[in-house]
């Protein structure tokens, strides 16, 4: 006579418990998942049992794991996103902003450098209406913001720093770069460094030469379906 074991898929061939427990509530939870197969998840192959921690605890069935190989490619990569999406934001630390601050006083501008988390990183931008290039920029920064949520982009006028004298338009568009209060970068007159036309891409580019951007956002990269990419 058989052991209930015998009916079973060794823990060894699935993964650790907590790989299956994880999936197990992934399913339940996904609604593309048919009724008759959410069904059969809570039940964790043990009908009798009304204890949920020895239905957490217990290996993977047959049932299940046959459920598991009728997946398709499409549904184990969003579960695995999911994971990756989890992973990335128990990691992730500091404040978060999805757009440009506009700063409109000196004092403003002070508490910015001053008083930011002292893991963010600050770049602002110094500009002056009408002046060759501060549109550009201001419109490559909105992008840039929404790609680099953990960074906080800042714009506030040459004339509102309490230091216009040292802002000329001679030297704008100008780029600061802070973190923790110290200066990181200083770039005077930014369309000298850019082609006569310049977007998001290429401020992106200058500024990853040095070393000033982090990794993008993991919600910013491209689905991995359109980009057709496996990820392991």
Known sequence: MSSPDEDEVPAIQTGPKGVINDWRKFKCEDQDTPPSKKELLRQMSNPQSDDICDRLNRKMSVQEYEMIAEEDEKCLRKYRKQCMKEMHERLSFGPKFDSVVELDSAEAFLE??????????????IYEDGVKGCEAL??????????????????????????GERFSDD???????YKAGELL???????????????????????????????KEFAACPDEEEAGVEVE
């Open 138 to 163: 201001n419109s490559c920064l909105d992008c840039l913001a929404t790609e680099y949520p953990s960074i906080k982009f800042c714009r506030i006028q040459a004339a509102a720093t309490g230091a």
């Open 185 to 215: 970068g200083n770039f005077l007159s930014m369309t000298q460094h850019l082609s006569e036309e310049f977007f998001a891409t290429d401020i992106e580019g200058f500024l990853s030469e040095y070393g000033l951007l982090p990794e």
């Open 112 to 125: 910015v450098i001053e008083k930011e988390h002292q893991l963010t990183l600050v770049i602002v931008h």
């Open 171 to 177: 030297v704008l568009p100008t780029i600061l770069v």
